[in-house]
């Protein structure tokens, strides 16, 4: 059983070494879980009729034998890659689309989390998500509203950053969000390191010296090129 990396950077690499939204990253690698599509379909011909003909109508492309879960688990958690909204779409125009349905694979993955992995409960982290954006009613949502086709009756948990209220309060209504604010980052001049510091240093100094001091700007060109190939960067 795989422990939970203590480190965000290790999380991330765990992540991409496994399928992720990109296809080009993702050519060749077995996914680590997936759900079939006799099941899927099972599912959606479960749901009302008029969201049974909105998938129809907008998703014509031929969903896989088997459709892979992007994400990792350890234990009895599992940190999945929410997938887009839409496959070969423009990512951003459509994050927001009222209009456009999410394709079969998007529901298979909340599928998955619900009746495979079998989850008490979701936390969505990073603001914002799409599920909340998703077609249907904007308050009261019903069962022929895609947030609610996707998560269902899960708890969900959301950590959102309290200078978005607006946004936040848009998780709440239409996904059924229990807001957890964080203050923002705190902010402060990044500046230079290591060698890129000192080469700062020597450009100002050179620039400086160049008409009044001639000899010591040649000096500093030697320093220059000298920290250049010590750092590898020419």
């Known amino acids: 059983e795989e ?97 456009l349905s999410p394709p079969p694979e998007y529901l298979a993955f909340y599928q998955w989390i619900r009746e495979d992995f079998d989850a008490h409960a979701v936390i969505h982290f990073g603001k914002h998500g799409n599920l909340e954006w998703l077609p249907g009613r904007s308050v009261a949502l019903g069962s022929d509203d895609f947030p609610q086709i996707a998560l269902k009756t899960l708890p969900n948990l ?8 607006g946004e936040g309060a848009q998780a709440k209504r239409r996904s059924s969000a229990v807001i957890v604010d964080h203050l923002t980052p705190p902010l402060t001049r990044a500046g230079l390191y290591e060698e890129l510091d000192k080469a700062e240093r020597l450009l100002e100094e050179h620039a400086h010296c160049e008409t009044l001091y001639p000899e010591r700007a040649h000096e500093l060109e030697h320093e220059i090129e000298h920290l250049l190939e010590h750092a590898e960067w020419s």
Request: no cysteine.
């Open 3 to 99: 422990k939970i990396p203590e480190t965000g950077d290790e999380l991330i690499r765990i992540l991409q070494a496994g399928i992720t939204n990109d296809a080009e990253m993702s050519y060749g690698k077995t996914p680590e879980q997936g759900i079939s599509r006799e099941r899927l379909f099972e599912m959606i011909g479960a749901l009302q009729e008029v969201s049974q003909a909105t998938l129809a109508k907008q998703w014509t492309h031929e969903v896989a034998d088997s459709v892979p879960v992007a994400g990792k688990r350890f234990g009895n958690i599992f940190i999945g890659i929410q997938p887009q909204r839409g496959f070969g779409l423009q990512t951003q125009a459509i994050y927001h689309d009222p209009a």
């Open 158 to 165: 959301y950590p959102f950053i309290v200078n978005d209220p």
